[in-house]
């Protein structure tokens, strides 16, 4: 068995699928691993420390050995070409956004396990980059909007006078979401914040945040544990109780996604327009449409006086331990295709790995994301 960690080429990626630390635990398994010169650099691991926990620097993009690849984003074509036939993929690789670059790692003959579809399982936790990584773009959020704030963000009693906390808005309680609330709680702010799913408001409270509920509001929690897509009449009446606090808000950050559909929209140019000059709004839906009407992906503009920030790919931005989290992610996943004696043992009856199953045999064989393509490409 060896397992290959190539360089990512995205422009602006910096993590990496394998750090020194789980390259160990896989040696010591008896697992041989490759990695790609300079595969760690920009999340500070040298090319030494990965030779030091025992694995082979490469030079090839994709040695022909190699019978799984790990990797952080979805390949590119180039990429995908260089897999060998019947090798194991283990990556992101957001099939609903590009069905195209799915089916051609398919064609290769390659088997596809797509980290983005890990199942929201207590026994998945370990695996769960999703949340990993959500994680680190929670916590980098609120650091961003207080750096670009016109105000400090705790209660300050000075011989000068007071300062009053800032006020912060949290759209969406999941992942990011809380640890937006924590985060922006630890720097002092004042924190509200909306979701659309019942079991939220414990969480929000629990971190000694206020929940703005919603009146009339039904769980929209599906059996997955993610938020389903809610119904226009709901986002309307979410939106018209959340204005009044954002209208007051200092920070506001937005984290409501719906997997394999739009952002919802949540902050219209208006309620922009309502904000006081000076404000901060930071949108973690920029990549999948935004949930700020005015937010533009990958720049932070100035619009009405707020500061929208659209930055991509948060996670990349905190190299090294959004490394060290996608690592373990990516570790517990391959225990799970170990035989223990340095093999591959894909059991596909177990319900992880069935469930993060992309493709195999030359098709697209997850049903979910089959569905949604469908869905996706049905005529209006």
């Given amino acids: 068995m060896q397992v290959f960690i ?23 398994r008896g697992v041989k691993v490759a990695v790609q010169a300079g595969a760690g650099a920009r999340a500070y691991f040298g090319d030494e420390a990965y030779q030091a926990a025992g694995a082979e620097i490469v030079d090839a993009p994709a040695p022909d050995a190699a019978a799984l690849v790990a990797r952080v984003q979805p390949p590119s074509d180039e990429e995908t070409d260089a897999l060998a036939e019947g090798s194991v993929l283990v990556s992101h690789v ?5 069905r195209a670059r799915a089916e051609r790692i398919a064609a290769r003959g390659v088997t596809t396990f797509a980290m983005e579809l890990i199942p929201r399982t207590s ?15 929670g916590y980098k959020a609120v650091i961003l909007a207080a750096e670009r704030l016109d105000k400090l963000c705790p209660l300050l009693m000075t011989a000068a006078g007071t300062v009053k906390p800032a006020r912060a808005v949290v759209f969406g309680a999941g992942v990011a979401g809380l640890q937006a609330i924590a985060t922006a709680r630890r720097l002092g702010c004042v ?48 939106r018209e109780e959340v204005a009044r606090r954002v209208e007051g808000a200092d920070i506001v ?9 739009p952002a919802p929209l949540l902050v219209s140019e208006e309620l922009v327009r309502s904000m006081r000059a000076g404000s901060v709004i930071v949108d973690l839906a920029v990549e999948s449409g935004g949930n700020c009407e005015l937010s533009v992906p990958g720049e ?19 190299p090294r331990d959004a490394s060290l989290l996608y690592a373990k992610n990516v570790l517990a996943l391959l225990g799970l295709m170990y ?8 059991d596909l009856t177990d319900d992880v790995l069935a469930g993060c199953l992309l493709t195999r045999d030359g098709e697209i064989v997850h049903a ?11 005529p209006a």
Avoid at 253 to 261: D, H, L, M
């Fill in 300 to 318: 932070t503009v100035e619009r009405h006086g707020v500061w929208i920030v659209g930055q991509r790919n948060l996670p990349a931005s905190v």
């Fill in 123 to 137: 026994r998945a936790q370990t695996m769960d980059a999703l949340s990993s990584q959500a994680t680190v773009a």
């Fill in 368 to 378: 979910p994301t089959l569905e949604q393509l469908a869905v996706a490409e049905a």
């Fill in 339 to 346: 035989d223990g004696e340095g093999a591959f043992s894909l």
């Fill in 191 to 238: 924190v509200e914040a909306t979701d659309i799913r019942a079991a939220a408001k414990e969480q929000v409270e629990s971190l000694g945040a206020r929940f703005i509920d919603v009146p009339g509001a039904e769980d929209m929690e599906d059996e997955r544990g993610y938020a389903r897509e809610a119904d226009e009449e709901f986002l309307r009446r979410q």
């Fill in 6 to 28: 190539p360089t990512e080429i995205l422009p602006g990626e910096t993590r990496v699928a394998a750090t020194p630390e789980t390259v160990a635990r896989l040696v010591k």
């Fill in 94 to 98: 957001f099939a609903t956004a590009d």
């Fill in 253 to 261: 950050i937005t984290t409501a996604q719906i997997p394999g559909r």
